[in-house]
């Protein structure tokens, strides 16, 4: 059958970078160096992930067996990712506690203090995963844009004798009614094609 056959860049391997910038940051230009505005949060470990999902409410009538209509009243869409450079300002990110980070002294050290509270109301950020050949249509570069989201997990950083620290992220997407098409509202992916 014609027009079938997959290519190599279409499977899609390998890690990405994470950036955070306040929520109404615009995406970046997939041909630009990201923009001073984006906070890089990685190194990260393990998989990116971006989880669709979202019950469907099934309707049966008295004259079918099969559902009739189906619909979604509810959608998430979820990042996930590990962060493991515990600096306190990739930390305080994280934790939506990022204008609370305290530089003082301690003795006679110079000290960076972070208080754990996270606080009644999430920060909410603009989310950037790119990726330098994230393309499936050939080694150019990819990335997904979500407009608004928050930090959603709690992170639970580890430490043992063969354990290296870990900061677990889940940002959560909210609708972003500032976009212009409702398909865009939850976020989106651009990738460079030729």
Not at 2 to 16: E, R
């Amino acid at each position: 059958m014609a027009g079938t056959a997959m290519t190599p860049y279409a499977q899609l391997v390998g890690p990405v970078d994470v950036y955070v910038a306040p929520y109404g940051t615009a995406e970046p230009a997939i041909d630009a160096a990201v923009p001073s505005t984006w906070y890089k949060l990685g190194p990260t470990t393990g998989d990116q992930t971006i989880e669709h999902s979202g019950d469907l409410e099934v309707f049966r009538d008295n004259d079918h067996q099969a559902p009739v209509k189906v619909t979604r009243p509810e959608e998430d869409l979820m990042v996930t990712f590990t962060v493991v450079d515990m600096t306190y300002e990739k930390y305080a990110r994280i934790i939506n506690n990022v204008g609370r980070i305290a530089t003082g002294t301690s003795g006679s050290a110079n000290v960076k203090r972070l208080g754990f509270k996270r606080g009644a109301t999430p920060t909410e950020y603009a989310l950037l995963l790119r990726g330098s050949a994230d393309s499936p249509y050939g080694l150019y570069p990819g990335q997904n844009y979500i407009p608004r989201c928050v930090q959603s997990g709690n992170p639970a950083p580890a430490r043992g004798k063969a354990t290296r620290a870990e900061l677990e992220c889940e940002f959560m997407t909210l609708e972003d009614d500032t976009q212009s098409s409702d398909d865009d509202k939850m976020g989106w992916g651009t990738v460079q094609i030729n």
